[in-house]
């Protein structure tokens, strides 16, 4: 169970079946590029989920597995999981971080950008007008949602973290490279956040938004609907189509996890579940 200050922070672990499907999906849509090269980093790492995974799956080799979070009480996690000897992480601020690990931070550097940045947490909402003014600095999309006249520091600290991470994963991936990341429904759904949407659909091909059921982070003590974004940094091409659906178990043994059966009709060319209903445009799992 997630403490008081994990809650705080908006962290919520992501699990197994879901790093294991996120970084499967990744590969499939990257499957001309090779791990001697490719470079990923998860701006949000948490306990390092995703970074050690594609270590372990051999996806990725160090030192190119990269990952920052701002929880000091995650370092000893990392030791006691032996992450410290292969990947890159450090305690740091994911969205204003210039290096990690004595290197610089270089935006459109890496072809693989994953995680599951925290919301529902404190966000903005308590920062100085310093680290307000370094936000502001560095991040466009948030102005998206205000006129001109509304540029407040208090209009920014109502913006959800979420938000500016998405901006940030998409700042670190490198022209035609991936992103993975899992938000909120309301970023793909409510009228308030169409900005992003409009704004991620003109700088990204979104190759796929996956619902995920409600209990997927139960052990975090939130049911909050959740979706994961699959995209590629570049335009999309006329007549682009997106892949979405909708999967109702995951985690709960092998005949139940719906995410290996999504995973796999994708690889075989199939782009709906056999059962859709005619007109309907998501496939559910």
């Not at 190759?207 to 995209?231: D, E, I, M, W």
Request: aromatic fraction near 8%; proline fraction near 6%; hydrophobic fraction near 40%.
């Amino acid at each position: 169970m997630p403490t008081t200050h994990s809650r705080s922070l908006g962290q919520f672990f992501t699990p197994p079946g879901v790093v294991d499907f996120t970084l499967g999906a990744l590969a499939w849509l990257d499957a001309a590029s090779t791990a001697t090269s490719r470079r990923l980093i998860d701006p949000a790492c948490g306990e390092g989920a995703f970074v050690l995974r594609a270590l372990e799956a051999g996806l990725v080799r160090p030192p190119n597995a990269y990952g920052l979070d701002t929880d000091p009480g995650l370092q000893e996690v990392w030791r006691a999981q032996g992450a410290l000897s292969g990947a890159r992480l450090e305690v740091a601020d994911g969205l204003l971080a210039d290096e990690v690990c004595d290197e610089p931070l270089l935006r459109e550097s890496f072809d693989w950008v994953v995680g599951n940045p925290p919301y529902a947490g404190t966000g903005l909402k308590e920062a100085s007008q310093q680290l307000l003014a370094a936000v502001a600095d560095r991040y466009d999309l948030w102005r998206h949602r205000f006129g001109r006249d509304r540029l407040t520091w208090d209009n920014l600290r109502r913006v959800p973290i979420e938000i500016l991470f998405i901006e940030r994963f998409w700042q670190l991936c490198r022209e035609g490279g991936h992103i993975a990341v899992i938000l909120p429904e309301g970023v793909f759904s409510n009228s308030r956040w169409r900005f992003v949407r409009d704004w991620l659909l003109s700088v990204a091909t979104v190759q796929a938004v996956v619902g995920l059921p409600r209990n997927t982070f139960r052990t975090g003590s939130t049911t909050a609907k959740t979706c994961l974004l699959l995209a590629t940094r570049r335009p999309p091409v006329a007549g682009h189509r997106v892949r979405l659906a909708e999967v109702d178990s995951v985690g709960v043994g092998a005949d139940q996890d719906r995410l290996p059966q999504l995973l796999a009709a994708w690889k075989e060319g199939r782009d709906h579940h056999p059962a859709r209903h005619p007109g309907e445009d998501v496939d559910r799992w």
